[in-house]
């Protein structure tokens, strides 16, 4: 009777998994036929006859303009100092101000950046009246209002609005970049690229699937969502918006242009631009010494971190986002905003596949004690597990190839394993992301789940 029940669920769970991952298996595979041909066009037709702008050979914008920077913190002490010291390097004498959000409850955080405020005009501290934490959308509406303040004192008003975290390692051609092409576009978004792990073997392997995820998504989706015309969702950091669009967004209710009640504010301003008529440009464009003009951070390096960062990610984007941002636009954007909000139910695709393994052992390890005839699978059920096996093929090749022309061959190859620990925790991210989504349908409110953060010891530009 055992060996019955198992067979039965076996087959059943089978059947579930092989037809999940077939679709996401798909879906995948049309991005990458995409992304080649956009890729293997502009090679033949497009560079071929010209050569690859530069941030060298950038002009200059034909209306340059002031840029504010929005750093969020909360319990960033550690980070913080670190990094607005290396942005003051890079930046230097751009036209731009570092407006950085603090709460009154985080003594530590205000005093370590106090030190780098004292003397210079350039850093403008905007205190939550609230204590925190808050959500960073609500940190960030105070830092909005303390940009218009700064435009009321001065008498100039911003240029564009760039979004970065207390951890971002800037690059120093980020401001002039942002500068030129706000002209033409409404919200410009460039790569980020996490920093490799430290550490022990696992929580290297933690961080780095991090590195393999952000090299396909910043080195493959972002292009090909551009070239469809669909929506550009912003990445929370290395983001520009155009400051007159993005002041389109804000509500007295709200104190400024991001909902307090999302925690994915910046991927939420992202679409809204679109359904305004706005235009998105994701780039990647290389500096004098041909490195990609892009962010760097360290990503959480332990199981528990990646878990709650990624649960956060899910319930903004995957589960609130289908009733807070619908299903506007037109078929590409429909398919983005499917492919956006199918972490979850991709997680569970996943949870089945690994157990039908599980009932198949158990059912191997049962018959050895028993009688049982062997599971048989139905000619369709056969054919999607080869369609499958060539799909993770052909899915797992070049996962190593975008990770390896990121980051080099050695970590290309790491992908492959590392698959495996990205999956076990985009399980566990799903079922806390369930939980805390159905919590606030009861009445929870959501509110910042921020993890550690590190700075790199890195040498600061003379």
Not at 109 to 138: L, M, Q
Not at 175 to 194: A, G, S
Not at 261 to 278: H, Q
């Amino acid at each position: 009777m055992l060996g019955v029940v198992l067979q039965a669920l076996y087959r059943e769970t089978l059947l579930f998994a092989a037809v999940g991952l077939a679709i996401g298996g798909l879906d995948d595979l049309i991005v990458d036929w995409l992304f080649l041909c956009r890729k293997y066009w502009r090679d033949l037709i497009i560079y071929a006859r010209h050569p690859r702008m530069t941030t060298a050979t950038l002009p200059a914008s034909a209306s340059p303009g002031r840029i504010a920077i929005f750093i969020p913190a909360w319990r960033e002490a550690e980070v913080i100092a670190p990094m607005l010291r290396h942005a003051l390097a890079c930046w230097r004498d751009a036209d731009y101000r570092l407006f950085v959000g603090v709460y009154p409850n985080d003594p530590d955080t205000i005093d370590a950046i106090t030190p780098i405020v004292e003397g210079n005009d350039r850093i403008i501290v905007g205190i939550n009246p609230r204590a925190g934490p808050s959500t960073k959308a609500d940190c960030l509406n105070v830092l909005w209002a303390a940009m218009q303040d700064c435009e009321a004192r001065d008498g100039i008003p911003f240029k564009a609005v760039v979004l970065h975290d207390a951890e971002d390692v800037v690059h120093p051609d980020e401001i002039r970049l942002f500068d030129f092409l706000i002209d033409r576009f409404h919200l410009v978004q460039l790569p980020v690229l996490p920093l490799p792990g430290r550490g022990g073997w696992l929580a290297r392997a933690i961080a780095n699937h991090y590195c393999d995820e952000f090299a396909e998504s910043h080195g493959r989706l972002m292009t090909v969502r551009e070239a469809l015309g669909a929506s550009i969702p912003s990445a929370g950091v290395a983001c520009a918006f155009e400051r007159q669009m993005l002041g389109r967004l804000a509500d007295p209710l709200h104190g400024g242009p991001f909902d307090p009640s999302s925690l994915t504010e910046d991927y939420e301003a992202g679409l809204k631009f679109s359904d305004m008529g706005g235009r998105g440009i994701f780039v990647r464009m290389r500096d004098a010494q041909g490195a990609l003009v892009a962010t760097r951070e360290y990503f959480p390096d332990t199981i528990d971190s990646a878990v709650r960062q990624k649960a956060r990610w899910m319930v903004g984007i995957s589960l609130a986002g289908w009733d807070r941002m619908g299903w506007r636009g037109g078929p590409a954007e429909w398919w983005m905003r499917v492919r956006d909000r199918r972490a979850t139910i991709a997680a569970l695709v996943l949870l089945a596949a690994y157990l039908a393994l599980i009932l198949w052992s158990a059912i191997q390890l049962l018959g050895l004690v028993m009688p049982l005839p062997r599971p048989s699978l139905s000619p369709l059920l056969s054919g999607l597990l080869l369609l499958n096996l060539g799909l993770m093929a052909w899915r797992t090749a070049m996962r190593a190839l975008f990770v390896g022309r990121a980051y080099g061959w050695r970590y290309g190859l790491g992908a492959i394993p590392r698959t495996v620990i990205a999956n076990y925790i985009a399980i566990l991210a799903a079922r806390r992301a369930i939980c805390l989504y159905g919590r606030s349908l009861l009445g929870k409110p959501l509110r910042w789940d921020k993890t550690q953060h590190r700075f790199p010891d890195i040498q600061t530009p003379a």
